[in-house]
Structure formats: C-alpha cells, structure tokens
C-alpha cells in the first residue's frame, strides 16, 4: 500500500462507485501524498508475514485480494533474507488467510516475467505456457517461481476462487521508482561487453489500468504483460542520453556489488543475467483472452521516462561534435 502500484491501484479503486470498501494492508504507513489520493480507502499497518492478517481479511468481509507486495530489492528490503520472509513466507500465509475466508472470490497476484529467466537458449519469445530452460537458482525471480506455485496449490484447495496471475516485464514511467529507472538514470551505463540484449518496458499507467481491471472483472489464468515492441539495451540507454560502458563478463560481478554498497543502483545477480540475455514475452493471450491492449509501447513507455524524469544528455551535441572531430584527427594521423 505504501509502494506506487498498491498506493495508486487503492486511489483507483476508491473512485470507482461500485465497490463498497478498500483496505490497503503494508507494513509502512504511505506519504501523506499518497494517503490524500487515496480517498476513502483504509489503511492497516499489518504485516502480512503475520497470521493475524487472517482476522483483517475475516473481518472486513473481503471478497477480492490483490498481492501486490513482491519485492524485487534486497537492499530496500532489508536484505535478502528479508526480502525472501516478505516475499515468501507473507504470501504463504496470505494465502492460508484467504483460504479460511469464505468470503474471498477472487486472488489477483503481481508477478513478473523474471520466472523464465535470462539464458542463451532462450526461445525468441516466452509465452505462459513455455517454462525456462534454466530455472532460477535463486533471489527474485526464485521467489516469484515459488510464489506462483503456491497460489496454484490455493486454487486446487479453492475451486470457487477465481486466481489471476499477471506476469509484468520491467515497468518505467515518470512517477515510479525501480531498479531499472534508477540504471538508466546512472550518467554512465555499465553494460556487459559483447551482449545488447533485448528489452520490453510496461508504462506505469498500463500497469495500473490491468491490476484495476483484473480486481474488478472475472479474469481467470496467467497473463504476460508488457508493451509491444522490443528495444536493445544500447538503443535504450542512447535514448536516455547516456553513456555507456562495456565491462567484461568477469568484472560484472564485482562492479554490481560496488553499485549495490554504495546504494546507487540496487541491482542483483539475476539482473545482471538479464543484461546478458534479455527477455521477450508474447502478450497474445492479454490482448485475447484478458481483452487489455497496453496504450504505450515499450517504445513511448520509455520516451515518456526520459522526458518524464527530464534526463538530458551526458554529453550535448557540441561535445559529440568535438569528440567526432578528435576521433577523425586521430584516424587520419594514424592513416
């Protein structure tokens, strides 16, 4: 509740006339900013690592649970370890909360498409049929794997309760914070020598829009989402006005430990594999079966960052210019 989705999907819901009450459960309290567009939503300081959520859930007679709490930054989190209780073992018992109610009718998850990993034997596309050729070894996107198996087992233990999984790739936009807004406002990009991975971006409008519409309508099922269009990780970070930086495989790890303990980009292993591979996720079935069709492609999602966040370039054109002309002096010296 304290986060941009789970704060502004409460503001959302609240306009909406036909839904009776909104309970929003975080362990922090949200800005005062955001507590004032939320409207007449509640908010619990709970913990959903807690049994005690049981007896929110119970009491304020919820019919529909949106879990919006998966955390991909460990340093945010408190760490790993606390990262993985939150991620976790919350959902666990969140799960077993919504299984004692028989009130609840619907369960919305926020997951991500980090469940199929980042490889080189990576299909072209992952659609929600496909699993990854190398499972995740651990951190995030383990989390969201185990995540996800959990809920499964919750709809066999509760056929009555209609379960939604929406699989978001990365999601940018001019008022959310993450891990990869944060990158490419870095003014040098470290990137891994020799890879240009391919890239999707989800606007943080977008991502709303499909967790409003999947907590009001019956949408049963795992739905990837994310903008059309791809960009490579240069064109991105060309885009943003950037510089970037080729750093050899071997010293990838140890330049994003640097980043991480200087709390300048919170990136982990399995991000960093991103950068390596990539990922693309086919989103038929979203525009098909769930009938959304996403208003920005990964593309304008990413133009409306950089201008959102008013990146300028690094280095402006006279400096490109003059670089050019020491970079052409020297060719010909050399020739």
């Not at 949200?30 to 049981?54: H, K, Q, T, W, Y």
């Not at 303990?261 to 989103?283: C, I, K």
């Amino acid at each position: 509740m304290s986060r941009f989705l789970g704060g502004h999907l409460a503001a959302r819901l609240a306009a909406d006339p036909r839904i009776e009450r909104i309970v929003g459960v975080d362990t922090v309290p949200p800005s005062r900013d955001l507590l004032r567009r939320m409207g007449r939503a509640e908010f619990v300081r709970a913990d959903i690592r807690n049994p005690l959520i049981a007896k929110v859930i119970s009491g304020a007679g919820v019919d529909t649970v949106v879990h919006a709490a998966l955390s991909a930054a460990p340093g945010s989190s408190g760490g790993r370890t606390a990262m993985k209780e939150m991620n976790v073992i919350g959902t666990m018992q969140l799960l077993a909360a919504c299984q004692k109610a028989s009130s609840v009718r619907r369960v919305v998850l926020k997951s991500t498409t980090a469940v199929y990993g980042s490889g080189s034997r990576d299909p072209a596309f992952f659609d929600e049929s496909m699993t990854p050729k190398d499972l995740p070894s651990g951190g995030y996107a383990k989390d969201a794997a185990e995540i996800e198996g959990y809920l499964r087992g919750f709809g066999r233990r509760r056929p009555d309760v209609t379960t939604t999984v929406l699989r978001f790739c990365n999601y940018v936009g001019p008022r959310i914070d993450t891990v990869m807004t944060g990158y490419f406002a870095l003014p040098v990009v470290p990137t891994v020598l020799g890879f240009d991975p391919r890239l999707q971006f989800l606007h943080e409008e977008d991502a709303l829009a499909v967790l409003e519409r999947a907590a009001t309508e019956e949408h049963p099922g795992v739905f990837n989402v994310a903008g059309d269009g791809v960009l490579t990780l240069s064109q991105a970070i060309r885009r943003a006005g950037r510089v970037e930086v080729g750093v050899p495989s071997p010293a990838v790890g140890p330049v994003g430990r640097v980043l991480r303990s200087a709390r300048v980009v919170d990136y982990t292993p399995e991000q960093m594999r991103f950068l390596n591979f990539g990922r693309v996720v086919d989103t038929s079935r979203l525009k098909e079966r769930f009938g959304f069709r996403p208003r920005w492609t990964t593309v304008q999602a990413f133009d409306d960052y950089v201008r959102g966040r008013a990146l300028r370039p690094v280095l402006g054109s006279e400096r490109l210019a003059a670089a050019e002309r020491m970079v052409l002096a020297a060719a010909r010296r050399l020739a």
